[in-house]
């Protein structure tokens, strides 16, 4: 009851007050995508630096996060691609599969992680981020790169530019810099960061509302259907299968199975959009996820709960 209370009944209010605001009052793009900016490059980098550097990382052990997030991770993407023929699904339709399968909402995980372990569990959160998203990113723009439609995308940027410029990944790497070398923040800027910070969980989460979508077709209960299997319940199973007999336990194992349990990210659509992919397709399988997950994220985390007790 208390992760209802606590996670999903918030989330799920937030989720359609950002759908109501998006469809009946903040009508116009420019403001969301304002939101998003700001979001994405200054509240969430912020949350991460303030988290971060505030916690012991020498009590997480890399080898067992590593192992648990890329091997399911990189399984779920390949299994899309090799079922492509029994699909019968054409290059961009494959695109959206496979990011529906491995794309995060950052956002969603972290009011997760703040509600089970408050600081500890953004911080654990933060670092299982900082190895699912440029994992996910190298799958996603590769996959886009290959099977994407050649004469719809718009230039793409190189990969490791995605990643050097990457404000969750920088907001990670300052956090590291300062945890690991003990370097205290000064009380002026430590204040600045983190009221920079508070508003990020809020506005993630109205803008993942905003941007629910819903057009299905005839074979999309097929394509939905797998990308929610996939996402929601066999990814987060399967890492916990390879961290628990790891000995991860406690903030880090619930990083571990939320971070791979949440649902797509709206980024997912723009990345489709200007790299050649299916965007009704993407903007289908988000919207599915994000409302299923409220179902299925606390009943894996209760499922996972109840085997390491």
């Given at each position: 009851m208390t992760l209802v209370t606590t996670a999903i009944v918030p989330v799920v209010l937030i989720l359609a007050v950002g759908a109501l605001l998006r469809h009946r009052f903040l009508t116009e793009p420019a403001f969301w995508r304002g939101l998003e900016w700001m979001s994405y490059r200054v509240f969430t980098p912020a949350l991460f630096i303030t988290s971060i550097a505030g916690t012991d990382l020498t009590a997480v052990s890399p080898g067992p996060l590593l192992l648990s997030l890329t091997v399911p991770i990189v399984s779920a993407a390949g299994l899309?691609?090799?079922?492509?023929?029994?699909?019968?699904?054409?290059?961009?339709?494959l695109t959206s599969l496979v990011q529906g399968s491995v794309r995060i909402n950052t956002?969603?995980?972290?009011?997760?992680?703040?509600?089970?372990?408050?600081?500890?569990?953004?911080?654990t959160f933060a670092l299982a981020s900082a190895v699912v998203v440029p994992l996910v990113n190298i799958i996603c723009?590769?996959?886009?790169?290959?099977?994407?439609?050649?004469?719809?995308?718009s230039r793409h940027i190189p990969v490791w530019r995605e990643f050097l410029e990457n404000p969750l990944l920088q907001g990670c790497a300052i956090g590291f810099t300062l945890s690991?070398?003990?370097i205290p923040l000064p009380d002026f800027l430590a204040t600045s960061l983190t009221m920079l910070a508070a508003p990020a969980l809020?506005?993630?989460?109205?803008?993942?509302?905003?941007a629910l979508h819903f057009s299905f077709r005839k074979r999309d209960p097929v394509d939905i259907g797998l990308a929610v299997i996939l996402k929601l319940i066999l990814l987060p199973l399967s890492a916990a299968a390879i961290a628990i007999p790891l000995g991860t336990t406690g903030?880090?194992?619930t990083s571990i199975v939320l971070i791979c349990a949440i649902p797509t990210a709206p980024s997912a659509y723009v990345l489709a959009s200007k790299m050649g992919g299916?965007?009704?397709l993407m903007a289908s399988i988000t919207g599915a996820q994000t409302v299923l997950a409220a179902a299925t994220l606390p009943a894996v985390l209760i499922l996972i709960d109840h085997v390491t007790r």
């Open positions: 899309v691609i090799v079922l492509r023929r029994p699909l019968r699904a054409n290059g961009p339709q956002y969603i995980g972290l009011i997760f992680a703040t509600a089970l372990h408050g600081q500890e569990g953004v911080a723009v590769s996959t886009l790169a290959v099977y994407g439609d050649k004469s719809a995308a690991l070398a003990g809020a506005c993630g989460t109205l803008i993942a509302g905003a903030a880090t194992l299916d965007t009704r």
